[in-house]
């Protein structure tokens, strides 16, 4: 069962299960055209309901608003706290016996710009940050109480599902709008911050590995490979042929959170994990689908 199946995470993860004959019980708050059920995590009694009916050997939690806006908290409280402790209260008294697995990120820990790893301290630097904390102390009451209940904390990680409001796209359409012509200049804040370039794909198998084990419950996921923004520009411009200092500006007045968000991933890679996209691939498969999308409104 898969809470978010709609978002990139739940999209890769269920294609991964099904390609391995598992069946996947999918519920997003959005119409996915009779494919997936229509919930709300956040709604105790739908959640309820839903395990009762389907008795799901494993759950994933992956419903959120990625984003750590002010104006977000209450949307980010309900899906990612609320939705928590929805599933797992009906896992408690309905099927103990399932694995569940609770999708987390790198910006929970306070972050010094060294790679950071389960024992790193944990921060409160956004209502998004807030909430996630919330589940993973979630997470760890109801493992007191002998469920089995994986925290997974994901390190930045796209693919060509993502839209232009995340970053790493917004540069993907910016540079296949102007091969189409435009004139515009890519506004952007700080070249130099680093984060990690992760393919979905290698998180979802991250994820399903994770679960299927039973001596790591907390798990960094993430390559441990930092990139400058700046790298991935150049990287989606040279997929164009063209030079990214040609066309892009920067925004004096923005800055960044962090100059540098890397995760320290050891404990996943010694159970087998290691990524499998490169992050010159990653550029070519997102620039393809921006071509795509750009193709479309002319």
């Known amino acids: 069962m898969?809470?978010?199946v709609n978002?990139?995470?739940?999209?890769?993860?269920?294609?991964?299960?099904?390609?391995?004959?598992?069946?996947?019980?999918?519920?997003?708050?959005?119409d996915g055209g009779g494919r997936w059920i229509v919930g709300d995590v956040a709604k105790s009694e739908q959640v309820e309901a839903l395990i009762v009916e389907h008795q799901p050997d494993?759950?994933?939690?992956?419903?959120?608003n990625s984003t750590t806006r002010h104006d977000a908290l209450f949307e980010n409280h309900e899906a990612i706290a609320?939705?928590?402790?929805?599933?797992?209260?009906?896992?408690?008294?309905?099927?103990?016996?399932?694995?569940?697995?609770?999708?987390?990120?790198?910006?929970?820990?306070?972050?010094?710009?060294?790679?950071?790893?389960e024992e790193s301290p944990l921060d409160h630097s956004s209502p998004y940050v807030v909430?996630?904390?919330?589940?993973?102390?979630?997470?760890?009451?109801?493992?007191q109480r002998g469920l089995k209940i994986y925290f997974a904390y994901l390190f930045n990680h796209d693919s060509p599902l993502r839209s232009d409001r995340h970053l790493n796209m917004k540069i993907a359409e910016a540079a296949a709008r102007v091969t189409n012509g435009s004139k515009e200049k890519l506004l952007i804040g700080d070249l130099d911050a680093e984060k990690e370039f992760n393919f979905a794909g290698d998180v979802a198998a991250a994820m399903w590995l994770l679960i299927r084990q039973d001596e790591l419950f907390e798990c960094v996921v993430g390559s441990g490979q930092s990139h400058a923004v700046r790298d991935w520009i150049e990287a989606c411009?040279?997929?164009?042929?063209l030079d990214w200092n040609d066309y892009t500006e920067t925004d004096r007045t923005y800055a960044s959170p962090y100059r540098r968000l890397v995760s320290d991933p050891a404990k996943l890679l010694s159970l087998g994990w290691k990524p499998e996209?490169?992050?010159?691939?990653l550029a070519a498969m997102m620039m393809a689908e921006a071509a795509?999308?750009?193709?479309?409104?002319?």
């Open 7 to 30: 978002g990139q995470d739940g999209f890769y993860l269920g294609n991964l299960l099904g390609r391995q004959g598992i069946k996947v019980i999918g519920i997003s708050r959005s």
């Open 82 to 117: 609320t939705g928590t402790l929805a599933i797992l209260d009906a896992v408690d008294r309905h099927v103990p016996k399932a694995k569940v697995l609770l999708a987390g990120s790198g910006l929970q820990f306070v972050n010094e710009g060294l790679p950071l790893n």
């Open 58 to 64: 494993y759950i994933f939690h992956l419903a959120a």
């Open 2 to 4: 898969i809470f978010g």
């Open 292 to 298: 795509r999308h750009c193709e479309g409104k002319l």
């Open 237 to 241: 411009f040279r997929e164009v042929g």
């Open 131 to 143: 909430a996630r904390n919330s589940s993973l102390f979630a997470a760890r009451y109801f493992r």
């Open 277 to 281: 996209c490169t992050f010159s691939r």
